[in-house]
């Protein structure tokens, strides 16, 4: 089975900390992706990456950061944590020849 | 830029009898594909359904299937012989044929609740 694996399930941060989301997966997928998912906004991309060292902004990647050293690893950074990032976090990772992507069990990160 | 609109936030259905829920996405694209997601209370997504644009039929898995029309940019799941295990939240996605990543593009979701 694929397994898609994010650090935390839940987090709570203090305001102006230096945050770091972890996402592994164990399929050797090239595409890996991090989400945002908000009540009545559904998911939004934060960030892509489709190779080791390479990123794409997505939709929404101001206040985020990411890293991508190893291909089976991609983590999501908020520089200075602010409460307007309290959310749920999905992590994703795909094969570049197929199109099913598949899901981190997300992590719930509470700013305060 | 692509959109997906899932216009019914929440959807309540009885035990054995059939729901669709409703997609709409805009494109200029003519080669995509679209996919159905569920995400339970444990929060995991689970891949539901996928569509190919070029194909013509529509796609099909077990009690699920969908309605696709690709004219009227139209995507909706029908969930026959509804279970309890059905309650979830589901998302209908976009993913371009051509664009770097492969990044999905989702809808707002549609609460789905099943009556006992």
């Known amino acids: 089975d694929v397994k898609v694996t994010q650090s935390s399930r839940y987090l709570v941060k203090r305001t102006g900390e230096k945050v770091f989301l972890e996402c592994v997966q164990d399929?050797?997928?090239?595409?890996m992706f991090w989400y945002r998912q908000d009540p009545g906004l559904g998911l939004r991309l934060i960030y892509f990456?489709?190779?080791?060292?390479?990123?794409e902004k997505g939709d929404i990647p101001e206040g985020y950061s990411v890293s991508r050293e190893k291909k089976e690893r991609f983590s999501l950074i908020l520089e200075s944590a602010s409460t307007n990032q309290t959310s749920m976090y999905l992590c994703?990772?795909?094969?570049?020849?197929?199109?099913?992507?598949?899901f981190g069990q997300g992590t719930r990160l509470t700013v305060v | 830029a692509q959109t997906v609109t899932q216009s019914q936030p929440e959807m309540s259905v009885q035990e054995a009898e059939t729901v669709t829920l409703s997609c709409t996405y805009d494109?200029?694209?003519?080669?995509?594909?679209l996919f159905w997601y569920k995400q339970p209370p444990s929060r995991q997504m689970i891949l539901v359904i996928r569509?190919?644009?070029?194909?013509?039929q529509n796609a099909t898995e077990n009690r699920f299937s969908v309605n696709f029309q690709k004219a009227a940019k139209s995507f909706s799941l029908k969930i026959s012989d509804s279970q309890l295990g059905d309650a979830a939240m589901y998302f209908c996605?976009?993913?371009?044929?051509?664009?770097?990543?492969?990044?999905?593009?989702f809808g707002t979701g549609t609460r789905l609740a099943v009556r006992p």
């Open positions: 569509q190919e644009a070029y194909k013509q």
């Open positions: 996605a976009y993913r371009s044929a051509w664009s770097s990543g492969d990044k999905l593009t």
């Open positions: 990456s489709y190779d080791v060292k390479m990123k």
């Open positions: 399929m050797d997928h090239e595409n």
């Open positions: 994703a990772s795909n094969d570049r020849w197929d199109t099913e992507a598949f």
């Open positions: 494109t200029s694209e003519s080669d995509y594909y």
